[in-house]
């Protein structure tokens, strides 16, 4: 992504904690998943230091989101990303392990200490109720994370095609044992084929 | 959910082993891991099963950070400990993050053609797709759910409609319906083993 470079100066190391200490507090705050981050990370990097442009921005997090993985490596490439502008390839990996070094060590050591307290406590009343009646609440939103995926699409020929796909492949995986591989490789062909 | 008289659960060998399997799953996961999780820790290898992970999901999802990073954590750590849990984090990452760079690096201009755009569209779409479609499969785990079928047909309908339909942050309507969800669970849950 060198041709839209921002002319950013190299990154002091202060610059770098700062990054970092971000990080670590968004971790704590990332409920829901790595992308509920995404706007206070674009305030901090876009905004506020002007490490990146908004073009560089949304193209780190497109990227990451079309490429195999999960969505977390966003933050990867963001920091790689700074990193790169800011002087090269070393500077690069530097901003890439700190970012997601910061981003995945707290919540992850949290995550740790409170599913082996759970598990120690798996009998108690508490930790039943709290399993069971989350199980609905989950699922209801997962379903509601498809349904505003699927609205805020944008296709060649309006929502409908987009949206007639999406139910397709929620059948098909539903109903049937077809490798997801064969339903994404469909969706890529009729996208570069113009039909939806 | 104690299995005691079933068949032993199938069960990774080593951490080298959770290590290849999250491989094998990140890199199938484009747009999103948590298809292909349910479709291959349950569906294929048996790891969980189907009430297992809506409770492990219940609780990676209210966790702060990655929700599948924190699944996989939870994999890890009840096998083989702290070693299983870097194992699955790991094998998340790894190979994603190589395969992310070089294309961060080498198809620079890629995303101005209109067919590269296009088939990014079509698999956006069915990744949305998929995530309706792994919500629906996990119906079925609500079957024994200790809130009975009206009670968690309630509050899946009123998260969506919070969610989806009101939009309210997550920190707003995670409280509205969770809260009551559980002390009903609690309630109900009261003088049984």
Redesign the interface.
Known sequence: ???LAAEGAPLSFADWLGLGAHLLVL????????I?VAPDMHRYIVVQQGWLSDPQFA??I????????????FV??LG??VGWHGGGALPALLG?AIA?GAM?L???L???A???W??RHRED??V???????????????????????GS????HGLAP??T??????????RT?LH??W??G?????????L? | MNAAAAPPQPAPGSPRHLFWACSAI???????????VQ?ELV?RRSWLTREQF??D??????????????LA??LG??HFG?RG?VAA?AG??L???V???A??LGF?GL?EV??????????????????????????V??RG???GPV???L??????G???LLRLP??AA?PL??LP??????WR??GRR
């Open positions: 992504m060198g041709s971790s704590l705050l990332a409920v829901g998943g790595a509920a193209a780190s497109a990227l990451a989101q079309a490429a195999p993985g999960p969505n977390v490596l990867a490439l790689f990303n890439l997601m995945l707290p919540s992850s949290l995550t740790l409170i599913t082996r759970l598990h009343r508490a039943r109720a709290f399993k069971q009646g989350m199980a609905p609440v989950v699922i209801g939103l997962l379903l509601a994370t498809a349904w505003i995926l699927v699409q944008r296709g060649l987009l949206a796909l999406s139910v397709a492949v929620a059948l098909l995986f539903w044992r997801l591989l339903m994404l469909a969706g890529a062909l009729l996208g570069a084929l113009g939806v | 990140a890199l199938q996961g484009f747009g999103g891991v948590l298809a292909v479709r569906d809506v409770e999901w219940a609780v990676a999802q209210t966790l702060p950070g990655p929700n599948v990073v924190n954590l939870m750590d009840r702290w849990a984090v998340l990452l190979f994603p993050l395969l992310l760079l294309l961060a620079e995303a209109p067919a590269a755009q296009g088939a990014l569209r079509g698999m956006a779409a069915v990744a949305a797709g998929l995530v309706a479609g792994t919500a629906l499969k996990l119906v785990a609500l759910n200790v809130l009670a968690c047909a509050a899946m309908a009123v998260t969506f919070a969610v989806a997550l920190a995670l319906v969770a969800a559980c002390l009903w669970a609690a849950l009261k």
